[in-house]
């Protein structure tokens, strides 16, 4: 059985003096079956995977040492050093980089095209043959790029960590909310479980959303190459990915993380990368939906914001979500959905401005279409 690793991989320094780095963990047996990879905090104000990833490497490393691991398991606990430093006037600003205005769960590498015109005539209709093919050239591809900036390099850095898992998990939390998640309606059975173990009250399901995300940097790639030559070739799923939204921002406590762990203890059980009896699935507490379906409740005008629904509420069409109060002309405006669906998430402001999102509800029927994305 071979120690755990703990691996280094510096980023790219903006300034000389102020470098950082991506800490990986790693577990396993020496000849592993698989590879799992699981980062917290890619927003790096989203913290309650952080803590989840805490727990996981000290029962990880429990599992390691009875013998119990069957697949590499990864483990990034901090995913975005950059963006955990950034604290602007007492408040932190994790979401985005401050000096590019850019998110940094988006812009991951589509490298589709150009590894697809690298394997074309070297495809065969072995799918085995065809996913190390695949992987090789990925992992080469990555290698090969050179980033320009410190952002470019932790992506690059956390992109090159995961390209060869079969499952990726991005664990991340919404602002107030209950726990749920994304993936493609492709890996939606593989997932299913981890839905039911994380008690997900929204599954949102979308192949593309259009914003190069984290989870979707992987999966794209496969389905990609799969619409360019799956007539010819066998392509398999080489990988798939969910962004696990554990909750809002302030559930940071050992008794939630505890449970959260458990559950992806019990789903790598499931998947085969733990030995063991796989615990009783819990009921699954809503169904998928697409993320095509999701409605972003918006106020047009600005003011004090009372919510009236909160997250986990089941809101029929034309439900009140909130009021938006004019404390100077005394006009309070009611939010309606339009959707039925579950509120799983709303903002944490209580001081609306005109044109803002203030929740989200999981609607079943698809109705947007381009960028499904919040910013
Ligand atoms: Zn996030």
Redesign the pocket.
Same mark, same amino acid.
């Given at each position: 059985m071979r120690a755990q690793r703990h691996q280094i991989h510096p980023l790219l320094a903006p300034v000389p003096g102020t470098e950082r780095f991506i800490h990986s963990f790693h577990y396993g047996p020496a000849q592993p079956q698989g590879k799992v990879y699981i980062q917290a905090s890619?927003?790096a104000d #989203?913290l309650p995977g952080m803590l989840v990833a805490w727990h996981l490497k000290q029962r990880l490393a429990e599992l390691q040492t009875a013998g119990r691991l069957r697949s590499e398991i990864v483990i990034v606990p901090v995913a975005n050093p950059t963006g955990l430093e950034q604290v602007l006037m007492d408040v932190p600003v994790g979401?985005f980089e401050l000096s590019s205005g850019q998110n940094f769960?988006r812009q991951f590498l589509d490298l589709s095209g150009p590894i697809g015109d690298a394997i074309e005539g070297l495809l065969t209709d072995d799918a085995t043959h065809n996913l190390h093919l695949i992987r090789r050239h990925l992992r080469d591809a990555l290698a090969a790029q050179v980033p320009a900036t410190q952002l470019q390099s932790q992506r690059l850095t956390l992109q090159k960590l995961a390209c060869d898992a079969d499952m990726v998990l +991005?664990l991340?939390? +919404?602002f107030e909310a209950v726990a749920h998640l994304y993936t493609t309606p492709e890996a939606w059975p593989q997932v299913e479980p981890l839905a039911r173990r994380i008690g997900a009250q929204a599954s949102l399901l979308a192949t593309d959303s259009g914003g190069l995300s984290f989870d979707e940097c992987f999966t794209l790639l496969w389905w990609a190459l799969s619409q360019r030559f799956g007539h010819a070739a066998a392509i398999p799923q080489g990988s798939f990915s969910v962004?696990v #939204?554990l909750r809002g921002q302030e559930d940071v406590s050992h008794s939630l993380a505890e449970q959260d762990c458990q559950a992806l203890i019990d789903y790598l059980i499931d998947f085969g990368a733990i030995e063991g009896q796989p615990a009783p699935l819990p009921a699954l507490m809503y169904p998928a939906t697409p993320l095509a379906g999701v409605e972003p409740v918006t106020t047009a005008v600005g003011g004090l914001l009372v919510f009236s629904a909160k997250p986990g509420d089941y809101l029929k069409a034309g439900a009140l979500v909130a009021e938006v109060i004019d404390p100077i002309s005394d006009r309070v405006t009611p939010i309606h959905c339009t959707c039925s669906g579950v509120l799983y998430a709303r903002v944490t402001r209580r001081m609306a401005t005109a044109g803002m999102v203030i929740a989200h509800v999981a609607g079943e029927q698809a109705y947007r279409s381009g960028y499904l994305l919040s910013a």
């Open positions: 890619l927003h #989203e979401r769960n +991005d991340h939390c +919404d962004t #939204e």
